[in-house]
């Protein structure tokens, strides 16, 4: 079992390279199998989330390579069948998207439901009312969706979402890329990864206009060629080390971003008393010597605050004074990490959609586990922050989406490492 031991303490400086979007590179490796040629992609972060979707790819038939650390070729000519009933599918969320690749591709598919990061009831409702709208019909047994075109090629209609969903949209538009006519989805999500994949589609000679805002067109064609591809900076990974900065009041720079992507990160960083400078494709965190206060923060779709960075907020939130209120407004469940704050003497209180935090107490050091990938952040960003040594478990999770997480904080000047634990926890060397 690995574990991360985290020092608190120490103000974080200097520079961090963002990598590319994890949650674009799970959307765009799958949106391969639609090619008629391979493809190359770059800027892929190196993480397990990655690594398991190529895997899936090349149990299918695909010819996976990996050139460097963060480029893959994928020669999607040889995949065989439209299943994906692997455990591996299991390991992950985003496998929902090989439905509308393998459905854009075969005109059926058969894949395992999702697993992935556990926060609440996921379902994937209006991605099968998409997909019927599209002309498919679906079971569910074994623990699989089977679902099929009943006219062999999908075809072409208005869709309204009833909830802005980001994996329905991008499953949609897989689905319609090769379909009959022209599909409009209506109330569509507008993130960053969402135009990320509509770009990679049309790189390939797809018709896909409007992504960004609510309403995306997309023309069915009938072939689509190899590309290369490069993926966008990863907004959340940024995120997270912006409020890492904020948390230990120190001063980074975070490099490789789009500046655009993190205006709502900004604002509240701006809010609470940060220094924010932002230039072409970078952003300086300052937080030194300040006094922070406290913010109030709504997630929402974006362009609002992404609900993937509320648990790290929220760990920076207990460092500056006042009390900060938040409503969690995408996801059901998504506080069960605080539990694990309150074990360093977090005072926060959640009712419902809200988590009610009283900062300004600093945290003290305690074992935690990270609960998920989001959540694991935060417990990086509260051992920061904590006087003495903090011990994470369950570090496969942050692992999932963050890349060389322990290498990026220590060239931050944070005291961090791996250890790996045998059997038993007096046991312990650094690995
Ligand atoms: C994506 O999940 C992200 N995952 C999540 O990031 C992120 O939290 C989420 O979007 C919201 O931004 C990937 O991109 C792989 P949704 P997704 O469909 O697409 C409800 C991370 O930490 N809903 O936009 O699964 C749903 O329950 C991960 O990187 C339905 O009711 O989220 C939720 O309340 C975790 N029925 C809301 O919509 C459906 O069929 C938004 O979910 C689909 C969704």
């Known amino acids: 079992m690995n574990k991360f031991v985290v020092n608190g303490g120490k103000a974080l400086n200097g520079e961090v390279v963002i990598s590319g979007a994890k949650n674009a590179a799970v959307a765009i490796i799958p949106a391969v199998i639609l090619c008629d040629e391979p493809c190359r992609i770059e800027n892929i972060p190196n993480i397990s989330d990655v690594t398991l979707i190529g895997t899936i790819l090349h149990e299918m038939g695909a010819v996976v390579k990996r050139v460097n650390k963060s480029t893959l070729d994928i020669d999607p000519r040889r995949i065989f069948t439209h299943e994906a009933t692997t455990d591996l599918v299991r390991g992950m969320r985003a496998s929902y998207y090989l439905l509308g690749a393998l459905l854009g591709k075969f005109g059926k598919a058969k894949v395992l439901l999702p697993g992935g990061c556990n926060f ?56 319609a890329a090769k379909a009959e006519g022209l ?27 409007g992504a960004g805002t609510d309403v995306i067109k997309i023309r069915g064609v009938n072939y ?6 490069s993926i966008i900076p990863d907004q959340i990974e940024a995120g997270t080390y912006m409020a ?19 205006d709502s990160i900004t604002a509240k960083l701006r809010e609470i008393g940060c220094d924010i400078e932002e230039f072409d494709e970078a952003v300086r965190v300052d937080a030194r010597n300040r006094t922070l206060t406290r913010c109030n923060i709504k997630t929402m779709p974006h362009p609002g605050f992404p609900t993937d960075c509320q648990p790290q907020f929220v760990a920076m939130l207990t460092s500056c004074n006042g009390t900060s209120i938040i409503n969690e407004n995408v996801w059901d469940n998504r506080y069960q990490y605080i539990n694990e704050l309150q ?33 694991g952040a935060a417990m990086i960003i509260a051992a920061l922050t904590a006087n003495g040594t903090t011990v994470i478990s ?12 322990v290498e990026k904080f220590q060239a931050l000047g944070a005291d961090i490492k791996r250890i790996y634990v045998k059997d038993s926890d007096d046991f312990a060397e650094s690995v």
Do not use: W
């Open 120 to 175: 609440g009831v996921r379902p994937i409702d209006q991605h099968l009312k998409g997909f019927e709208a599209l002309g498919c019909v679906h079971e569910i047994s074994d623990g699989a969706v089977d679902i099929r075109s009943r006219e062999g090629r999908l075809k072409g209609r208005t869709i309204y979402l009833d909830i802005v969903s980001v994996g329905t949209t991008i499953n949609l538009m897989l689905a």
């Open 394 to 405: 369950n570090i496969q999770y942050i692992e999932r989406g963050y890349e060389e997480v």
């Open 224 to 229: 689509l060629k190899g590309v290369t591809y």
């Open 244 to 262: 890492a900065a904020a948390a230990t009041r120190g001063c980074i720079t975070v490099k490789n971003i789009t500046p655009k992507h993190l």
């Open 343 to 375: 074990r360093m003497d977090a005072k926060i209180s959640v009712e419902g959609r809200l988590a009610i935090i009283e900062g300004g107490t600093p945290l003290k050091a305690a074992p935690v586990k990270a609960t998920d990938l989001r959540a």
């Open 183 to 209: 599909t409009v989805i209506e109330n569509c999500a507008k993130e960053p990864h969402v135009v990320d994949l509509a770009n990679f589609l049309n790189s390939m000679g797809a018709d896909v206009r």
